[in-house]
C-alpha cells in the first residue's frame, strides 16, 4: 500500500520531466529572486548546509553558487529531474533520489536552511505530510531555518494534472507548529511560461534554539 503511493508518484513526476524540458514545465524561473531574498535574510554563512527538497531541475542551484553558497544537496523523487541540473553542476552539489514523505538518508541535525518551492503542497493526505513533516524536524538544526513556497489559497488548485494542498502563512505557521518561527513571508505571483498567473505565498521560518 505505502510502496504503491511512493511508486506511482515517482512514475508520474519522471514521465513529466521526460516529456517536457526544464524551461517548459509550469514552474519554471529564470530567476529565483524571492528564494534567494529570502535564504540571504536568514543570515547563513556561505558553507551552512542547505537542503533543496523536490529541487527538480531547478536553476535555484546555480544562482545559491553563484551567490557563494557551497554545502548544497538537492533531494528530489525524479532521477530524471535531477539529471538535468547535474548534467550542468556536477560534483558542486550533492545529490540525493529519495521520497520526502519517507525517512531520509540524512543526518539528524545537519541541515541549517531547509527550502522548497512548490513541493508540499503536493501532499494532500495525513500520511504524506506528517512524513514530511518528520524529515523536516529531524533534519533541521535548532536555530535552522524552513523556507516554504506554496500556492496561496486564490491560486490554482491543481498543478501538473494532481490535487494541491493550498497555504496561506497561517497555515503553513500551523503545519510547522510552535517549535518554529515565522520571520517573513511574501505573497507574489508567479508566471508560467504559457503566461498562466500562479499566486504564491512563501514564507521564512526560524526553528527555535
Ligand atoms: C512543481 S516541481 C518544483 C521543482 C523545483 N522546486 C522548482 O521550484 O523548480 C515539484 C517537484 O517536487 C518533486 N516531488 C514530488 N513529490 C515528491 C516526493 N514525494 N519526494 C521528493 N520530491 C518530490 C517533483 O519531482 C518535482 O521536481
Given at each position: 500500500?505505502?510502496?504503491?503511493?511512493?511508486?506511482?508518484?515517482k512514475?508520474?513526476?519522471?514521465?513529466?520531466?521526460?516529456?517536457?524540458?526544464?524551461?517548459?514545465?509550469?514552474?519554471?524561473?529564470?530567476?529565483?529572486?524571492?528564494?534567494?531574498?529570502?535564504i540571504n535574510?536568514?543570515?547563513?554563512?556561505k558553507?551552512?548546509?542547505?537542503?533543496?527538497?523536490?529541487?527538480?531541475?531547478?536553476?535555484?542551484?546555480?544562482?545559491?553558487?553563484?551567490?557563494?553558497?557551497?554545502?548544497?544537496?538537492a533531494?528530489?523523487?525524479?532521477a530524471?529531474?535531477l539529471?538535468?541540473?547535474?548534467k550542468?553542476?556536477?560534483?558542486?552539489?550533492?545529490?540525493?533520489?529519495?521520497?520526502i514523505?519517507y525517512?531520509?538518508?540524512?543526518e539528524e541535525?545537519s541541515?541549517?536552511?531547509?527550502?522548497?518551492?512548490?513541493v508540499?503542497?503536493?501532499?494532500?493526505?495525513?500520511?504524506?505530510?506528517?512524513?514530511?513533516?518528520?524529515?523536516?524536524?529531524?533534519v533541521?538544526?535548532?536555530?535552522?531555518?524552513?523556507?516554504?513556497e506554496?500556492?496561496?489559497?486564490?491560486?490554482?488548485?491543481?498543478?501538473s494534472?494532481?490535487?494541491?494542498?493550498?497555504?496561506?502563512?497561517?497555515?503553513?505557521?500551523?503545519?510547522?507548529?510552535?517549535?518554529f518561527?515565522?520571520?517573513?513571508?511574501?505573497r507574489?505571483?508567479?508566471?508560467?511560461?504559457?503566461?498562466?498567473?500562479?499566486p504564491?505565498?512563501?514564507?521564512?521560518f526560524?526553528?527555535?534554539?
Amino acid at each position: 500500500m505505502v510502496a504503491k503511493r511512493s511508486h506511482s508518484t515517482k512514475e508520474h513526476w519522471q514521465s513529466v520531466y521526460s516529456l517536457k524540458s526544464a524551461q517548459e514545465v509550469g514552474w519554471f524561473q529564470a530567476q529565483h529572486e524571492v528564494s534567494i531574498e529570502f535564504i540571504n535574510n536568514s543570515g547563513i554563512i556561505k558553507d551552512a548546509r542547505i537542503l533543496d527538497v523536490g529541487s527538480g531541475a531547478t536553476t535555484l542551484l546555480d544562482d545559491l553558487l553563484d551567490e557563494g553558497y557551497s554545502n548544497i544537496v538537492a533531494m528530489d523523487i525524479s532521477a530524471s529531474a535531477l539529471a538535468v541540473s547535474r548534467k550542468r553542476l556536477a560534483d558542486l552539489i550533492t545529490w540525493e533520489v529519495a521520497d520526502i514523505t519517507y525517512p531520509l538518508d540524512i543526518e539528524e541535525n545537519s541541515i541549517d536552511l531547509w527550502h522548497d518551492r512548490a513541493v508540499l503542497h503536493f501532499f494532500t493526505s495525513n500520511i504524506e505530510k506528517q512524513g514530511y513533516l518528520k524529515n523536516l524536524k529531524r533534519v533541521v538544526k535548532r536555530g535552522g531555518f524552513v523556507i516554504i513556497e506554496t500556492f496561496s489559497p486564490e491560486g490554482a488548485p491543481q498543478c501538473s494534472g494532481l490535487d494541491l494542498q493550498r497555504y496561506d502563512e497561517e497555515m503553513l505557521e500551523q503545519f510547522l507548529g510552535s517549535d518554529f518561527e515565522l520571520i517573513l513571508f511574501k505573497r507574489h505571483v508567479h508566471s508560467t511560461p504559457s503566461g498562466a498567473k500562479r499566486p504564491y505565498v512563501s514564507t521564512l521560518f526560524k526553528r527555535r534554539e
